[in-house]
């Protein structure tokens, strides 16, 4: 069946520091995929999202692009903040979901950064 | 706006009691969705809706049971409690054409004694 794989956490960053989450999925057809936060406390909220190969999403300075190729949604931001600290969770759309809305999310990654 | 309302968020029960987790959106929302995180095993499906009277199994639905009589309701109700439904439950909402953009509520944890 359909999954994805996030690399483990947690990632501890300098603020400013380079971030690069990797995700990866296995999927029949053609799924959308998504990058989800959850901040400490609180339900997930989506971060970004791609629905077709080589789409880039983008939103708060996070980027992520859809490649087909090597099956991969990695989630990157140039400079990260203190604010940033969050769990992020990589989904994909169910195979056959267009009419559920049916997501399969991956274990999630912690990230901390530090002052 | 409220959004995805769930209640409570914690409680404790002891083995073999039952329970129900309240959920509503105020969104008129088709699609709703239970799932359960575990500490690193991302979120897994228990039970979703497509509308009112409409529901269906998801990943993880044993043990569970869930009824949607409104569009705006949709409890999941715990029968004869075991220390594996120890988790935190998200109820979570979308609207009829958006494919992916799920609306959570913040979340219900339950631990099991």
């Known amino acids: 069946g359909d999954s994805v794989t996030q690399m483990e956490g947690p990632v501890t960053l300098s603020e400013e520091a380079f971030l690069t989450i990797n995700c990866t999925y296995t999927?029949?057809?053609?799924?959308?995929l998504f990058w989800y936060v959850q901040y400490p406390g609180e339900g997930l909220q989506l971060l970004l999202k791609?629905?077709?190969?080589?789409d880039k999403g983008s939103n708060k300075g996070f980027e992520a692009t859809y490649r087909k190729e090597t099956t991969s949604f990695h989630l990157e931001k140039g400079s990260v903040q203190v604010s940033d600290s969050a769990v992020y969770f990589c989904a994909l759309s169910d195979h056959g979901s267009s009419n559920t809305g049916k997501l399969i999310f991956g274990q999630g990654t912690t990230l901390q950064v530090k002052p | 706006n409220a959004g995805v309302t769930q209640t409570p968020k914690f409680r404790i029960l002891k083995i073999g009691q039952s329970m129900t987790l309240q959920c509503t959106q105020d969104m008129n929302h088709n699609y709703m969705y239970w799932y359960r995180q575990d500490p690193g095993m991302g979120l897994k499906l228990i039970y979703y809706s497509v509308g009112a009277g409409i529901t269906d199994k998801g990943e993880v639905p044993n043990g569970y049971n869930v009824s949607r009589s409104t569009t705006e309701d949709f409890p999941l109700r715990l029968e004869l409690a075991a220390p594996s439904q120890t988790s935190v439950y998200f109820c979570?909402?979308?609207?009829?054409?958006?494919?992916?953009?799920?609306?959570f509520g913040e979340g219900s944890r339950l631990t099991v004694l």
């Open positions: 791609a629905t077709k190969a080589d």
């Open positions: 999927a029949t057809g053609y799924p959308s």
């Open positions: 979570a909402s979308s609207s009829r054409s958006g494919v992916g953009e799920l609306f």
